[in-house]
Every structure is written in C-alpha cells, then in structure tokens.
C-alpha cells in the first residue's frame, strides 16, 4: 500500500506554468509506474503523463512537449511540469500508483485542481 498526496495546484493565466508534486508516504523506487490524470468536468479520468520504474515516459498527443514527467526516488516524489498551459487543461490532477508489471494504476491521491484562464 501506498498513500500519495498532491499539492502544487492553483489558478494560472494561459501560457503559464505550473508544477505539481505527488509525494508518496513510502518509497517508489520499485514501484512499477507512477502516473498523472485528469479529470475534466463531465468527462472520464484521462492520463495525462506516465514514467516507468526505468524511466520511460509516455503522454498524452494534447500534452506532448508542453508538460514533463519526471521522478526523484529518493525523495519519493514524482513531479509534472506544465508549461504553456491552455484553458482546455482545467482539471482536476490526480497522482497515481502501479506497484506491479501485472495490474492497473490502484493506488490515487485526492487531486489538486488546475484551473487555467484565458
């Protein structure tokens, strides 16, 4: 098991940045992947940006070269930077877990909101 906790969101204008933090209450230095979502109001939970216990990265096409994922072991942190944020990604950000190669994301943070103004 694992708790996580978001923080680092807040209200931004278009074009600005932020850096959200997902802080683990143990460490992640084996876990299989760490992931960010979203949730936009009246549609699914979507991922949004994706590392690997390896450190292979995966995202999203409406996020590619915009926002980063990245992951400090030792601090048993992952972390999203948003740059050149746009109004479409007001939402509802969500950290999340997969301990093990065979199952899905199971562990989440509570969210932290992202709102972006135009």
């Known amino acids: 098991q694992v708790q996580l906790m978001e923080s680092g969101g807040g209200l931004v204008q278009a074009g600005g940045s932020l850096r959200l933090s997902c802080a683990a209450s143990?460490?992640?230095?084996?876990?299989?992947?760490m992931g960010w979502f979203r949730q936009r109001q009246g549609t699914q939970r979507e991922l949004v940006a994706g590392i690997t216990l390896g450190g292979s990265t995966n995202y999203a096409d409406s996020v590619k070269g915009r926002f980063t994922i990245s992951r400090d072991n030792a601090k048993n942190t992952v972390f999203l930077q948003m740059n050149s944020l746009k109004p479409e990604d007001t939402a509802v950000y969500y950290c999340?877990?997969?301990?093990?190669?065979?199952?899905?994301?199971?562990?989440w943070g509570q969210g932290t909101q992202v709102t972006v103004s135009s």
């Open positions: 999340a877990a997969k301990l093990n190669s065979w199952e899905y994301f199971g562990h």
């Open positions: 143990r460490s992640i230095s084996s876990t299989n992947a």
